[in-house]
Structures are given as structure tokens and as C-alpha cells.
């Protein structure tokens, strides 16, 4: 179903039309902060349609880059980069986005990323559903660096039809973490927390197929 979303949602979503096809749930402050122009984390899981995410914000002109990982097949991986930009999304390959985000960011824009793929070994683990997961150290030490607000959103299906809620159910402020021992862990909990939160509203609409919990942290291992 989201490949065909893909297909159809620029011959179907237009600015004039896009009520049609979407709602929104809890956005207005994360708009509004978008809109303000001084640098901003986007953060969804692989739930619902992700896609459409990027696309509407695109169309309604905010200024948002996209951090992605090429995608095996350059066809597709071409035609669905051509998709996002259509609508105004920049993409940052993942490859090399380190260098990159930082003038980004100080620019002001928004950075979108799907942040519930396992990390590997040198990942952060936090709590995901009751079982360690092994999650990326970036997205937290970027929001730390530059003092940049969190917010968690999801873009979910409503129906067996092309329509879709957008709602962000979490927005993480810089001066919430400012008193915490360990500022890392507690911003990487916190945004996972709120992706398992949405999760939870309707886990139909979840990749389950992703090995979340793929690698495992070091003291179960000894254990094992």
C-alpha cells in the first residue's frame, strides 16, 4: 500500500486539495516552530505512511531536508528521491549527512528522520517496547550540540483508503533535558518512548519486519 501511495500521492495531493486526503492532530506548535525558522529535529518510525509526511510538509513550503539511505535498487531509489523532491523536500544522503547538518541546521531548517532502525554495536540502547534497542547516538547529540527542540510525529492511515492523520504526540524542549545526568540516554529514551506510544494507538500500521532488536547490549551478552 505505501508503494502505491507513493505512485499516487503527486497526482492526487495538491495544495489546493490536500484537506481531501489528510488531518491533523496536535501539529499546530510544531507548525508554528517550523515556521520560526530556527532549526528544528522531525522525527517519525516506520509506521503508516512515512512518506507522506515529507511530501505535505514540502507542498506547504516548509523548508525541510530529509536524511535517507539510498536504497539498494538506484531505480527505485531514483524515482522515490524524484517523488520527495517534487514536492520541495531536500535530501541529505545519509552517507554523508554529518557533514552537512550542521549548516543546515544553523540555517534554520527542519530534519526529518526515521528514527527506529537498529544502531548496530555502537549504538545507544534504550527501552522499545520492554527489550533493549539499539538506537542512533546522532539525532540526540545533534538536538544537545545546537539546542535544537524534538518533535515526534507520526503519519498514520484511517481507513483502507488514501487518507491519512498527521499528529505529533511529543515535543521535546532543549531546557527539558538542561538537568539531566545523562542528557544523551534521556533525549534517545524520551523520543523512542513517544514512537512506541504511537506505536500503540493502532500496531497494525507498524514494519514489524524491521529487527529492531537485532543487536543486543553488552551485558546480556555476558550473561548469555
Not at 507513493?6 to 510544531?30: C, D, G, M, Q
Not at 517550523?34 to 516506520?46: D, F, Q, V
Not at 487518507?163 to 533525549?187: C, H, M, S, T, Y
Not at 532488536?213 to 548469555?224: A, F, G, I, V, Y
Request: aromatic share 16%; proline share 3%.
Amino acid at each position: 500500500m505505501l508503494a502505491i501511495d507513493v505512485i499516487f500521492a503527486p497526482r492526487l495531493v495538491k495544495k489546493y486539495n490536500w484537506r481531501a486526503y489528510s488531518r491533523y492532530k496536535n501539529a499546530e506548535r510544531a507548525k508554528w516552530l517550523m515556521k520560526e525558522g530556527k532549526g528544528l529535529l522531525l522525527i517519525t518510525g516506520h509506521y503508516g505512511n512515512f512518506e507522506i509526511i515529507g511530501y505535505l510538509m514540502g507542498l506547504f513550503g516548509f523548508n525541510i531536508y530529509s536524511i535517507a539511505r539510498p536504497l539498494d535498487n538506484k531505480f527505485v531509489n531514483n524515482y522515490l528521491y524524484g517523488v520527495r523532491r517534487q514536492a520541495g523536500q531536500k535530501i541529505i544522503d545519509k552517507k554523508g549527512a554529518a557533514q552537512l547538518m550542521e549548516n543546515v541546521s544553523s540555517n534554520g531548517a527542519t530534519l526529518c528522520f526515521i528514527a527506529d532502525q537498529d544502531a548496530g554495536r555502537k549504538g545507544i540502547f534504550v527501552d522499545f517496547f520492554g527489550r533493549k534497542a539499539s538506537t542512533y547516538k546522532s539525532i540526540g547529540l545533534l538536538a544537545l550540540t545546537y539546542n535544537l527542540p524534538i518533535v515526534v510525529g507520526y503519519g498514520r492511515r484511517i481507513g483502507n483508503r488514501f487518507f491519512f492523520e498527521l499528529g505529533a504526540n511529543r515535543i521535546i524542549f532543549p531546557q527539558e533535558w538542561a538537568d539531566k545526568d545523562d542528557p544523551l540516554l534521556w533525549v534517545t529514551s524520551e523520543y523512542t518512548r513517544a514512537i512506541e506510544e504511537f506505536v500503540c494507538e493502532d500496531p497494525t500500521q507498524y514494519w514489524w519486519l524491521h529487527r529492531r532488536w537485532k543487536h543486543r547490549p553488552k551485558e546480556e551478552l555476558k550473561k548469555s
